[in-house]
T-cell receptor
Framework: DTGVSQDPRHKITKRGQNVTFRCDPI?????LYWYRQTLGQGPEFLTY????????KSRLLSDRFSAERPKGSFSTLEIQRTEQGDSAMYLC???????????FGSGTRLTVV | GNSVTQMEGPVTLSEEAFLTINCTYT??????LFWYVQYPGEGLQLLLK?????DKGSNKGFEATYRKETTSFHLEKGSVQVSDSAVYFC???????????FGQGTELSVKP
């Protein structure tokens, strides 16, 4: 087991472009979470899946953000029409038993120029 | 609503000093409480957890006790090492769904 993998590690994009990030969770984990972390702050919850079902979505998540987990395995997070305020580290985590057994990935750092 | 407040950093200590990082929370119901650590250049790692009042979580010499009466979960270590230099995050999970609500983090720097 290689843990939670996120791809890419870094992404630089121009304002207005669309970006997509991928997260591969630990294979036996049924829950997958997305967070956003800006410099000097703690991670903020964005959304989570149990298997392929998206069960909760933060009010922080604007309509430009969408996440999918089509087969209950890997997940993608897409940001449309990126803005400079979207610059952050995007973290993925997975677990088998809710909050008690999280494993975080190393994150994707997005820079919007 | 649910929230977590941590003492502001950075905290700078000499090796072998006693560490306390304060954490208080606001939550409805009975949340689970966590401390996560982020070492330089690495991802978030669970340090310790407590799931009910008066539980004590412990790991690697760190301890924290779930105090419902003061809504606190302060992190302590009796003797810090240079290798403990990192950012520490207090977090709560308000329900079984599993989302975490984090504090803003406290940077710890331990000098030899």
């Amino acid at each position: 087991d290689t843990g939670v993998s996120q791809d890419p590690r870094h992404k630089i994009t121009k304002r207005g472009q669309n970006v997509t990030f991928r997260c591969d969770p630990i294979s036996e984990h049924n829950r997958l979470y997305w967070y956003r972390q800006t410099l000097g702050q703690g991670p903020e919850f964005l959304t989570y899946f149990q298997n392929e079902a998206q069960l909760e979505k933060s009010r922080l998540l604007s309509d430009r953000f969408s996440a999918e987990r089509p087969k209950g395995s890997f997940s993608t997070l897409e940001i449309q029409r990126t803005e400079q305020g979207d610059s952050a580290m995007y973290l993925c985590a997975s677990s088998l038993d809710g909050p008690l057994g999280y494993t975080f990935g190393s994150g994707t750092r997005l820079t919007v120029v | 609503g649910n929230s977590v407040t941590q003492m502001e950093g950075p905290v700078t200590l000499s090796e072998e000093a006693f560490l306390t990082i304060n954490c208080t929370y606001t939550a409805t119901g009975y949340p689970s409480l966590f401390w996560y650590v982020q070492y330089p250049g690495e991802g978030l790692q669970l340090l310790l957890k407590a799931t009910k009042a008066d539980d004590k979580g412990s790991n690697k010499g760190f301890e924290a006790t779930y105090r419902k009466e003061t809504t606190s979960f302060h992190l302590e270590k009796g003797s810090v090492q240079v290798s403990d230099s990192a950012v520490y995050f207090c977090a709560l999970s308000p329900n079984q769904g599993g989302k975490l609500i984090f504090g803003q983090g406290t940077e710890l720097s331990v000098k030899p």
